[in-house]
């Protein structure tokens, strides 16, 4: 069963950084993908990040390409997503995604969330400017 645990979530000041985990707490599928997405209120959830476990290539979001930077710990599924230059657009509850399906290969995207068929429960990001 999936289970995926985010941390890192808070509260900086414009400029700042968070790093945030996601861990796969079971350890028990195949993954082939894994991302981020986020959604701040009143909004629609948006694709931030994502890394393809087999290769570690990555892809980003324009509103966070540069400032954003994906990577993985291959053998233990967990991931990060260190965050520079935090902007109070930045601020969002974000949520840790996996594609145990291989439905992102076939489909060529990482940045569709219906491809997505593990999903943590959310940590909240703040940035006060």
């Known amino acids: 069963q999936v289970r995926l645990v985010e941390s890192g979530g808070g509260l900086v000041q414009t400029g700042n950084s968070l790093r945030l985990s996601c861990a796969d707490a079971?350890?028990?599928?195949?993954?082939?993908?894994m991302a981020w997405f986020r959604q701040a209120p009143g909004k629609e959830r948006e694709f931030v990040a994502a890394?393809?476990?087999?290769?570690?290539?990555?892809t980003y979001a324009d509103s966070v390409q540069g400032r954003f930077t994906l990577s993985r710990q291959f053998a233990e599924h967990t991931m990060y997503l260190q965050m520079n230059n935090l902007k109070p657009e930045d601020t969002a509850v974000y949520y840790c995604?996996?594609?145990?399906?291989?439905?992102?290969?076939?489909?060529?995207?990482?940045?569709?969330?219906?491809?997505?068929?593990?999903w943590g429960q959310g940590t909240q990001v703040t940035v006060s400017s």
């Open positions: 995604a996996s594609d145990s399906s291989k439905t992102t290969y076939y489909r060529g995207s990482y940045e569709d969330a219906d491809a997505y068929d593990g």
């Open positions: 079971g350890r028990s599928f195949t993954v082939y993908a």
């Open positions: 890394i393809a476990w087999s290769n570690g290539d990555t």
